[in-house]
């Protein structure tokens, strides 16, 4: 059974750096693609970083150059590093993996603040 579990969330002052990552516990699947969402209060979910299970990777604008992602397939664990945040990045960023279906993870809160 697919269980996603993140961890790496937490409070950082702006310009500082997170690194989360997520691991499918259950070990069941090689999936096609990996990645990150997130979702600000009141704004919608928006995608972050994606990542092939062939490593072919995709961001979003507003983190390009910022945020790092990767994987490990043995593992199925993605990590997303994070670096230069912004307040605007504050969010609760969401895992998942895809094979034939979406599968999410619980969230985890990111806070950018001084």
């Known amino acids: 059974q697919v269980q996603l579990v993140e961890s790496g969330g937490g409070l950082v002052q702006p310009g500082g750096s997170l690194r989360l990552s997520c691991a499918d516990t259950g070990g069941t699947f090689s999936f096609n693609s990996m990645g990150w969402y997130r979702q600000a209060p009141g704004k919608e979910r928006e995608l972050v970083a994606s990542i092939t299970s062939g490593g072919n990777r995709d961001y979003a604008d507003s983190v390009k150059g910022r945020f790092t992602i990767s994987r490990d397939n043995p593992k199925n664990t993605v990590y997303l590093q994070m670096n230069s945040l912004k307040p605007e990045d504050t969010a609760v960023y969401y895992c998942?993996?895809?094979?034939?279906?979406?599968?999410w993870g619980q969230g985890t809160q990111v806070t950018v603040s001084a």
């Open positions: 998942y993996a895809f094979h034939l279906v979406a599968y």
